[in-house]
């Protein structure tokens, strides 16, 4: 997996440098700020996993329900595997949708640069999600089953329930795919379906998440803050400016004469 990241954020940064001068669309691209975005999102995945990694094992008589807040203990009480299959579709939906940016002809032109953008939302909602389920090792709802064995032992994906990595993804995924849209096509009738959709789908994930006794409530709270967050803030940070301030001095007469002008 490690590897798999690694040559992710070359092939990148390979395409970033062909494609940062680039002047259309919304977003403007610069080689510097990539490297550190995509460098950033590998670096902190990658540290996030060694945390993980270095997890040590448990048995599960070392963990206490009481320490679960009473507003996320009806976790405890699901453990459905159909709904766990739901939620991984639900993500899988919400991590194509912005192929559908192809078929528009404006965001088309600039395929190149939304999915430099898409990868570093991946990559960086990854890395962060990785980081806090290491530190927190929160156990997951399933382990409270009166059936499972006190003398179970309990891995670091046992304890990885805060937060939930499948409604930040999709969170990540669907509102990029929302603010995208929504920049490229400012005017369009379709905007209150498009971010109608990026609402919904992480919320329809992270309650298949709780069914399907893997997350708390919180942790998909938590979880869609984030992944939100990460796919709305990365585009709009790479938001051409409209309107460019620029001050003119120059002599006129016996004074300066100073111009202000939008661009």
Same mark, same amino acid.
């Given at each position: 997996?490690?590897?798999? $990241? $690694?040559?992710? $954020?070359?092939?990148?940064?390979?395409?970033?440098?062909?494609?940062?001068?680039?002047?259309?669309?919304?977003?403007?691209?610069?080689?510097?700020?990539?490297?550190?975005?995509?460098?950033?999102?590998?670096?902190? !995945?990658?540290?996030?996993?060694? @945390?993980?990694?270095?997890?040590?094992?448990?048995?599960?008589?070392?963990?206490?329900?009481?320490?679960?807040?009473?507003?996320?203990?009806?976790?405890?009480?699901?453990?459905?595997?159909?709904?766990?299959?739901?939620?991984?579709?639900?993500?899988?939906?919400?991590?194509?949708?912005?192929?559908?940016?192809?078929?528009?002809?404006?965001?088309?032109?600039d395929a190149?640069?939304?999915?430099?953008? /898409?990868?570093?939302?991946?990559?960086?909602?990854?890395?962060?999600?990785?980081?806090?389920?290491?530190?927190?090792?929160?156990?997951?709802?399933?382990? /409270?089953?009166?059936? @499972?064995?006190?003398?179970?032992?309990?891995?670091?994906?046992?304890?990885?329930?805060?937060?939930?990595?499948?409604?930040?993804?999709?969170?990540?995924?669907?509102? $990029?795919?929302?603010?995208?849209?929504?920049?490229? !096509?400012p005017d369009?009738?379709?905007?209150?379906?498009?971010?109608?959709?990026?609402?919904?789908?992480?919320?329809?994930?992270?309650? /298949?998440?709780?069914?399907?006794?893997?997350?708390?409530?919180?942790?998909?709270?938590?979880?869609?803050?984030?992944?939100?967050?990460?796919?709305?803030?990365?585009?709009? @940070?790479?938001?051409?400016?409209?309107?460019?301030?620029?001050?003119?001095?120059?002599?006129?007469?016996?004074?300066?004469?100073?111009?202000?002008?939008?661009?």
């Open positions: 997996m490690k590897s798999h $990241f $690694f040559t992710f $954020f070359m092939l990148l940064i390979s395409n970033t440098s062909s494609i940062v001068a680039q002047n259309s669309g919304p977003y403007h691209l610069s080689l510097k700020r990539e490297i550190l975005y995509a460098g950033g999102g590998v670096g902190l !995945y990658l540290f996030g996993n060694n @945390l993980r990694d270095r997890t040590p094992d448990i048995v599960l008589s070392d963990l206490e329900l009481p320490n679960i807040p009473r507003f996320d203990r009806i976790a405890t009480n699901y453990s459905s595997g159909s709904a766990r299959k739901a939620s991984d579709i639900t993500k899988d939906f919400a991590t194509a949708l912005p192929l559908t940016l192809l078929i528009g002809r404006n965001s088309r032109k190149g640069k939304i999915a430099i953008l /898409f990868g570093e939302v991946l990559l960086i909602n990854q890395g962060l999600t990785e980081i806090v389920k290491a530190s927190a090792l929160r156990p997951r709802p399933y382990v /409270f089953a009166e059936d @499972l064995p006190s003398t179970t032992v309990l891995s670091g994906n046992d304890r990885a329930a805060f937060l939930s990595g499948h409604t930040s993804g999709t969170a990540a995924a669907s509102f $990029f795919f929302a603010k995208t849209f929504s920049d490229y !096509y369009s009738r379709l905007k209150p379906y498009v971010w109608g959709t990026a609402i919904a789908l992480p919320v329809l994930t992270g309650y /298949f998440r709780v069914r399907a006794g893997q997350h708390y409530p919180s942790d998909v709270v938590a979880g869609y803050a984030l992944g939100a967050a990460v796919g709305y803030l990365v585009p709009a @940070l790479h938001k051409r400016p409209t309107n460019k301030r620029r001050f003119t001095l120059s002599p006129g007469g016996e004074g300066i004469y100073m111009s202000y002008t939008f661009k």
